[in-house]
């Protein structure tokens, strides 16, 4: 039978990269013209393809907005194809909350125009998350389609295979074994089409198991092509034996369905033998993927429980608001954009949606705590402090809050009318202007006081609890030391029978930080002894830094071939410590003289500096030991780690990805033959994690993260966890380095930007906590928050008829053994949305409660519409690595 050769004209629209979103945008109008223009005067040009992403149309649309009309009419002939996604999106370092919100925003923008292409189409991400499988079925995608990331060593050499999930979701794959672009302008002239499908045909030939082809005729932000006519006719000359036709991808999918002995894949692909993966992009621009990772949890772990939470007490959830919050988001998660491998210019604008995102995501937490906490009965004190738990379980822990007052003493009253024993740390004078301008306007300048408490509490479930400020006649409680400038006088002490609470911590040895889970020793040089004084095992050298060469590029670390690798391990460090009732801390900044550049590394100089400061907190009943690193960087081209020996590995380090969990080999055998074998580049073991990872034993420290996403097994016995700080380099491609040989990727330009000279700060922490660590890590990632109610506000809001009570719990789980990942508004109904998932390496029991006992949903697929089992009620079992959503 004769092969069919499926020509798919379509573009690969990157928004920005080299280039910006604008330059970008000028090119898309006048390419769209073209489109709608062939599609709708040659009924033989059937299909066009306009990337998977309605980013396209969005950005069209906002300066053709006349087009409207004529591309719904295009989509619904079934003509121009769009969707299922918002953007190209990212599929190591985006959460899964981002990767599920892709597909939802981008098939709702569908919808308005006729229907989405049902194809998991992500032609260009670097690399293929293992959870992909079970996402695209949860949106009724049966069918992905992508380049990068698998040879045969994943299980087969074909180009069609089954891709299977733990949960056994299953997919059919259609690879890209040559890219999305191998028909990029193709050639009229017969010998010159000859000269380039002779490259192509025999590499389709061998891989594919169907006898159907796929040549993708486009490229990044390729008109198309007009004499596409005639090059098909020179390719039936050419090849006679073959059927040529103008196609789109869904009729290749459909070849693939009739063929049922394919092969089946488990897992992530991220092999660089055939395509590059860029294994080690995780870090480039840390600064921005540190902010994406702060986002997003803050809008899926804080803003959407918070307004979930709203919704339910009948205060309006606001769509639009957290639409427009995520959308800025995922234009930066399109593969180039959140890789980072993108000129300045176009950093810094990503940067900008960053902010725009982060601020509407602040504003809107606050205004939510406000409507809540508003709401309440005003008539046994004005003042309140309200503390929100946004995990479905009750926490007891220490919380810190902030009250603004001009009350020269007060006391915390619960509902009940117990008072609250608390801990003043900080304070600082506010001009009242700040409060409400209206304030001064009357003539009253008298200075407003901002204290910050430290306190142990238990709170509800998935709620809040309110404190009432009343004045009083003294102090409940005040630090000995208010600042880091311990002992100094300058604020007086207050009498220990003043303070209490639920847990409190003992003052340990100078240098020590203590609860009942760590003692954390800070020692000269700045590095941690860190003791797990539930199991009696001691970590040494914990968070030692690690300086050496980057002469890689915005794509990938690459060390030079003299590379001089330096540590702190003999340095000084300063050290403050501060021990409170409810938390212990430190500051340590530690001075390193290092290289400031390639050439001075080579001749083992140190003229740059890299100076950091650690500021640890250990809280009273936490087993986290928080970490804030800020780094000032002086010097170019090298790369920051921090060093967590003490790791038992088993051969595999074990992390979270979306929504589950994965092993990984500390070691790629591969490494032995990838030079002898002409891998794309070589397959050092660094990876992604989201939120936790560690070596797979009993014994070692795990990281949790609020920033930094990308780690590496490292020392003889790969016993050291090293988990990146920053990459700082120069150019955004380059040539010839080290671990990728041969052409340089993307575009030889210069971003000096990337170097990231300055300040920057990371979150990061650790753990000796085994059992559950993710668990553990939402935990980090979802602290207490508060709201702080007096009688000024310089936004004025009218009273609102809502009511609500000083306590409130929205939905309880009970078991503890699976994670939440988010709490939502359904999108189309007015029920709540509950998603969860199994990260702890068992099948897991999940029984959800309320008020009234036990919680009566129904369990739906992604999308939040298909129901899959209705109205269940008591114990669910979830089964490893697999997502359940619940309606209610």
């Given at each position: 039978?004769?092969?069919?050769?499926?020509?798919?004209?379509?573009?690969?629209?990157?928004?920005?990269?080299?280039?910006?979103?604008?330059?970008?945008?000028?090119?898309?109008?006048?390419?769209?013209?073209?489109?709608?223009?062939?599609?709708?005067?040659?009924?033989?040009?059937?299909?066009?393809?306009?990337?998977?992403?309605?980013?396209?149309?969005?950005?069209?649309?906002?300066?053709?907005?006349?087009?409207?009309?004529?591309?719904?009419?295009?989509?619904?002939?079934?003509?121009?194809?769009?969707?299922?996604?918002?953007?190209?999106?990212?599929?190591?370092?985006?959460?899964?909350?981002?990767?599920?919100?892709?597909?939802?925003?981008?098939?709702?923008?569908?919808?308005?125009?006729?229907?989405?292409?049902?194809?998991?189409?992500?032609?260009?991400?670097?690399?293929?998350?293992?959870?992909?499988?079970?996402?695209?079925?949860?949106?009724?995608?049966?069918?992905?389609?992508?380049?990068?990331?698998?040879?045969?060593?994943?299980?087969?050499?074909?180009?069609?295979?089954?891709?299977?999930?733990?949960?056994?979701?299953?997919?059919?794959?259609?690879?890209?074994?040559?890219?999305?672009?191998?028909?990029?302008?193709?050639?009229?002239?017969?010998?010159?089409?000859?000269?380039?499908?002779?490259?192509?045909?025999?590499?389709?030939?061998?891989?594919?198991?169907?006898?159907?082809?796929?040549?993708?005729?486009?490229?990044?932000?390729?008109?198309?092509?007009?004499?596409?006519?005639?090059?098909?006719?020179?390719?039936?000359?050419?090849?006679?034996?073959?059927?040529?036709?103008?196609?789109?991808?869904?009729?290749?999918?459909?070849?693939?369905?009739?063929?049922?002995?394919?092969?089946?894949?488990?897992?992530?692909?991220?092999?660089?033998?055939?395509?590059?993966?860029?294994?080690?992009?995780?870090?480039?621009?840390?600064?921005?993927?540190?902010?994406?990772?702060?986002?997003?949890?803050?809008?899926?772990?804080?803003?959407?429980?918070?307004?979930?939470?709203?919704?339910?007490?009948?205060?309006?959830?606001?769509?639009?608001?957290?639409?427009?919050?995520?959308?800025?988001?995922?234009?930066?998660?399109?593969?180039?954009?959140?890789?980072?491998?993108?000129?300045?210019?176009?950093?810094?604008?990503?940067?900008?949606?960053?902010?725009?995102?982060?601020?509407?995501?602040?504003?809107?937490?606050?205004?939510?705590?406000?409507?809540?906490?508003?709401?309440?009965?005003?008539?046994?004190?004005?003042?309140?402090?309200?503390?929100?738990?946004?995990?479905?379980?009750?926490?007891?822990?220490?919380?810190?809050?902030?009250?603004?007052?001009?009350?020269?003493?007060?006391?915390?009253?619960?509902?009940?009318?117990?008072?609250?024993?608390?801990?003043?740390?900080?304070?600082?004078?506010?001009?009242?202007?700040?409060?409400?301008?209206?304030?001064?306007?009357?003539?009253?300048?008298?200075?407003?006081?901002?204290?910050?408490?430290?306190?142990?509490?238990?709170?509800?479930?998935?709620?809040?609890?309110?404190?009432?400020?009343?004045?009083?006649?003294?102090?409940?409680?005040?630090?000995?030391?208010?600042?880091?400038?311990?002992?100094?006088?300058?604020?007086?002490?207050?009498?220990?029978?003043?303070?209490?609470?639920?847990?409190?911590?003992?003052?340990?040895?100078?240098?020590?930080?203590?609860?009942?889970?760590?003692?954390?020793?800070?020692?000269?040089?700045?590095?941690?002894?860190?003791?797990?004084?539930?199991?009696?095992?001691?970590?040494?050298?914990?968070?030692?830094?690690?300086?050496?060469?980057?002469?890689?590029?915005?794509?990938?670390?690459?060390?030079?071939?003299?590379?001089?690798?330096?540590?702190?391990?003999?340095?000084?460090?300063?050290?403050?410590?501060?021990?409170?009732?409810?938390?212990?801390?430190?500051?340590?900044?530690?001075?390193?003289?290092?290289?400031?550049?390639?050439?001075?590394?080579?001749?083992?100089?140190?003229?740059?500096?890299?100076?950091?400061?650690?500021?640890?907190?250990?809280?009273?009943?936490?087993?986290?030991?928080?970490?804030?690193?800020?780094?000032?960087?002086?010097?170019?081209?090298?790369?920051?780690?921090?060093?967590?020996?003490?790791?038992?590995?088993?051969?595999?380090?074990?992390?979270?990805?979306?929504?589950?969990?994965?092993?990984?080999?500390?070691?790629?055998?591969?490494?032995?033959?990838?030079?002898?074998?002409?891998?794309?580049?070589?397959?050092?073991?660094?990876?992604?994690?989201?939120?936790?990872?560690?070596?797979?034993?009993e014994r070692g420290l795990a990281v949790l993260t609020n920033s930094v996403r990308e780690y590496e097994m490292t020392g003889p016995d790969y016993g050291v966890l090293a988990v990146t700080l920053f990459r700082s380099v120069g150019v955004l491609g380059k040539e010839g380095l080290l671990r990728r040989p041969g052409r340089p990727s993307g575009i030889k330009m210069?971003?000096?930007?990337?170097?990231?000279?300055?300040?920057?700060?990371?979150?990061?922490?650790?753990?000796?906590?085994?059992?559950?660590?993710?668990?553990?890590?939402?935990?980090?990632?979802?602290?207490?928050?508060?709201?702080?109610?007096?009688?000024?506000?310089?936004?004025?809001?009218?009273?609102?008829?809502?009511?609500?009570?000083?306590?409130?719990?929205?939905?309880?789980?009970?078991?503890?053994?699976?994670?939440?990942?988010?709490?939502?508004?359904?999108?189309?109904?007015?029920?709540?949305?509950?998603?969860?998932?199994?990260?702890?390496?068992?099948?897991?029991?999940?029984?959800?409660?309320?008020?009234?006992?036990?919680?009566?949903?129904?369990?739906?697929?992604?999308?939040?519409?298909?129901?899959?089992?209705?109205?269940?009620?008591?114990?669910?079992?979830?089964?490893?690595?697999?997502?359940?959503?619940?309606?209610?």
């Amino acid at each position: 039978m004769a092969d069919k050769v499926h020509v798919v004209p379509h573009f690969h629209w990157d928004r920005e990269w080299y280039f910006t979103a604008e330059e970008s945008k000028i090119l898309l109008v006048n390419d769209m013209e073209e489109v709608l223009t062939m599609l709708e005067t040659r009924e033989d040009y059937p299909y066009f393809v306009l990337d998977g992403q309605t980013s396209v149309l969005e950005d069209y649309f906002s300066v053709s907005p006349e087009n409207r009309e004529r591309v719904r009419e295009l989509v619904q002939r079934g003509k121009l194809i769009i969707g299922p996604w918002y953007t190209q999106t990212d599929e190591m370092v985006v959460g899964g909350e981002s990767i599920v919100r892709n597909l939802l925003y981008g098939m709702k923008d569908c919808r308005e125009f006729g229907s989405p292409m049902m194809i998991g189409y992500l032609p260009d991400s670097f690399g293929q998350s293992a959870r992909m499988p079970q996402i695209l079925r949860g949106f009724n995608i049966e069918n992905s389609m992508f380049w990068r990331g698998t040879s045969e060593r994943m299980g087969t050499d074909k180009t069609e295979f089954f891709w299977e999930d733990d949960d056994g979701s299953r997919v059919a794959v259609q690879l890209l074994p040559l890219g999305y672009a191998i028909g990029k302008y193709l050639p009229v002239e017969k010998e010159a089409l000859r000269k380039r499908m002779e490259k192509y045909m025999p590499v389709l030939e061998r891989g594919t198991a169907t006898g159907h082809l796929l040549v993708p005729n486009g490229h990044d932000q390729m008109p198309l092509q007009n004499d596409i006519f005639q090059v098909m006719e020179t390719m039936r000359e050419l090849y006679p034996d073959k059927q040529f036709f103008l196609s789109r991808y869904e009729d290749v999918f459909a070849a693939i369905g009739r063929q049922g002995n394919l092969d089946t894949l488990r897992g992530e692909f991220l092999d660089g033998r055939y395509m590059r993966v860029h294994r080690s992009i995780f870090s480039s621009r840390a600064d921005l993927k540190a902010a994406n990772t702060r986002i997003e949890n803050k809008v899926t772990n804080l803003l959407e429980p918070l307004a979930s939470i709203a919704y339910k007490l009948g205060f309006p959830y606001h769509h639009g608001l957290l639409e427009a919050i995520w959308k800025e988001l995922m234009k930066n998660h399109a593969h180039d954009s959140i890789g980072c491998c993108c000129s300045d210019k176009v950093h810094r604008a990503i940067a900008d949606r960053y902010f725009l995102a982060e601020e509407r995501a602040d504003r809107l937490i606050e205004f939510y705590m406000r409507k809540i906490v508003d709401a309440m009965d005003c008539s046994r004190a004005l003042d309140k402090l309200t503390v929100f738990n946004l995990l479905p379980y009750e926490r007891e822990g220490m919380i810190r809050g902030k009250i603004v007052t001009k009350m020269k003493r007060f006391a915390l009253e619960r509902a009940d009318g117990s008072r609250l024993k608390y801990e003043i740390t900080d304070r600082r004078i506010v001009d009242a202007g700040l409060i409400d301008r209206q304030i001064v306007h009357y003539g009253d300048y008298e200075p407003f006081v901002e204290y910050t408490l430290e306190f142990c509490d238990r709170i509800p479930a998935m709620g809040f609890t309110t404190y009432l400020v009343r004045e009083a006649e003294a102090l409940a409680g005040e630090s000995p030391a208010v600042s880091m400038a311990a002992g100094t006088g300058e604020n007086p002490a207050v009498e220990p029978a003043d303070l209490g609470g639920n847990c409190r911590l003992a003052s340990p040895a100078a240098n020590t930080l203590e609860n009942e889970y760590l003692s954390v020793t800070v020692e000269p040089n700045g590095s941690l002894t860190v003791l797990d004084q539930q199991k009696g095992q001691c970590y040494r050298d914990v968070l030692l830094l690690e300086d050496g060469s980057d002469d890689g590029d915005g794509y990938d670390y690459s060390p030079a071939a003299n590379d001089w690798v330096l540590t702190s391990k003999e340095e000084t460090a300063d050290i403050r410590c501060q021990h409170g009732t409810y938390s212990h801390k430190a500051r340590v900044r530690v001075s390193m003289a290092v290289p400031a550049g390639l050439e001075s590394r080579s001749e083992r100089r140190r003229d740059g500096r890299v100076d950091v400061e650690f500021e640890l907190e250990l809280k009273a009943g936490s087993p986290v030991l928080e970490v804030r690193v800020t780094v000032d960087n002086q010097a170019d081209s090298h790369r920051l780690r921090l060093l967590v020996p003490g790791q038992e590995n088993e051969g595999f380090s074990v992390s979270d990805n979306q929504f589950g969990r994965i092993r990984r080999p500390v070691r790629d055998e591969a490494m032995d033959v990838w030079e002898k074998e002409g891998w794309s580049e070589r397959p050092d073991s660094i990876y992604p994690f989201l939120s936790w990872v560690s070596g797979c034993g009993e014994r070692g420290l795990a990281v949790l993260t609020n920033s930094v996403r990308e780690y590496e097994m490292t020392g003889p016995d790969y016993g050291v966890l090293a988990v990146t700080l920053f990459r700082s380099v120069g150019v955004l491609g380059k040539e010839g380095l080290l671990r990728r040989p041969g052409r340089p990727s993307g575009i030889k330009m210069e971003t000096p930007d990337s170097q990231l000279r300055g300040r920057r700060t990371y979150e990061i922490a650790l753990t000796a906590c085994r059992d559950h660590l993710a668990r553990t890590a939402k935990e980090y990632v979802t602290p207490f928050i508060s709201y702080n109610k007096m009688p000024y506000n310089a936004m004025k809001l009218n009273p609102s008829e809502v009511k609500v009570p000083y306590a409130f719990s929205l939905l309880s789980e009970t078991e503890g053994r699976v994670v939440l990942s988010a709490l939502k508004k359904a999108e189309d109904e007015d029920k709540l949305i509950a998603r969860f998932y199994n990260g702890c390496g068992e099948k897991a029991p999940m029984r959800l409660k309320d008020g009234n006992g036990d919680l009566t949903v129904d369990v739906v697929k992604l999308n939040e519409t298909d129901v899959l089992s209705g109205h269940v009620t008591g114990d669910q079992w979830v089964g490893y690595n697999q997502i359940v959503t619940c309606k209610f």
